[in-house]
């Protein structure tokens, strides 16, 4: 999948010139956690929920005790940037620029990554420098619950659901098939032989979750870990 596949549309944009007031209300209001800077048409930043934290009208700006005082002395004075965050009344002083941002073709799997490697919730996605759309975590959970096969009874034979589970657990490095073996009686299946851990045990019980017609799961192996040899 890809960023156009999964993409809110309808984007709510502020201008430079948004009151700060306005865009709290407006996060708030949309149930949104960031929103994009748009001027002339491009985007030139984003206000996010971060971005609002340190507000004096809060009591939440940043604190300069006496070490910091001491600083001042001694170095460029830090408190300048500090101050404009937490007292600047317009979206043009407290949006974060730089803005990371994807084109419509973007993997889903990369977009994730962004996601996680950024800390970020949401990411623009831009056509010819203009916004189009914006990719969230709100999205992405929405696109794995259409994704999501429903839950149906489905009859299987034993064989059918061996070799299909077979198949999968092939395909895993931790499945440790020279010390492992599946069987199946009636739609329950019995796994059989070592395990390395208990990661690995929980893997291959996803694995058989997800194999139609399987009607229950008993592990029958050990965690070498655990063995008494291992000791």
Not at 76 to 99: I, L, Q
Not at 195 to 215: D, F, I, K, S, Y
Request: a positive charge; one cysteine or more; charged letters at 30%.
């Amino acid at each position: 999948m890809r960023a156009k596949d999964v993409m809110s549309t309808r984007v709510t944009s502020v201008s430079p010139e948004t009151p700060v007031r306005e865009i709290a209300a407006l996060l708030r209001r949309e149930r949104i956690s960031a929103v994009p800077v748009i001027e002339h048409g491009r985007l030139v930043g984003l206000v996010s929920e971060a971005d609002l934290l340190r507000r004096h009208e809060l009591g939440t700006e940043r604190s300069h005790g006496a070490g910091a005082r001491l600083l001042r002395f001694i170095a460029a004075d830090p408190s300048p940037d500090d101050y404009v965050k937490s007292h600047a009344t317009r979206a043009r002083h407290v949006m974060t620029r730089g803005v990371v941002s994807v084109a419509e073709e973007t993997p889903l799997a990369e977009i994730v990554r962004l996601l996680e490697s950024r800390r970020i919730r949401r990411v623009p996605v831009v056509r010819d420098g203009r916004v189009v759309g914006i990719v969230s975590r709100a999205d992405i959970v929405r696109a794995l619950a259409a994704t999501l096969p429903q839950e149906r009874a489905e009859s299987c034979d034993d064989e059918a659901i061996r070799s299909r589970l077979l198949a999968e657990l092939g395909r895993q490095r931790w499945w440790r098939a020279p010390v492992s073996d599946v069987s199946v009686s009636q739609g329950v299946v019995h796994l059989w032989g070592l395990t390395e851990t208990r990661a690995e045990r929980l893997a291959a019980h996803v694995a058989a979750e997800n194999v139609p017609g399987v009607r229950g799961i008993e592990d029958h192996r050990i965690v070498f870990a655990e063995a008494p040899w291992s000791l």
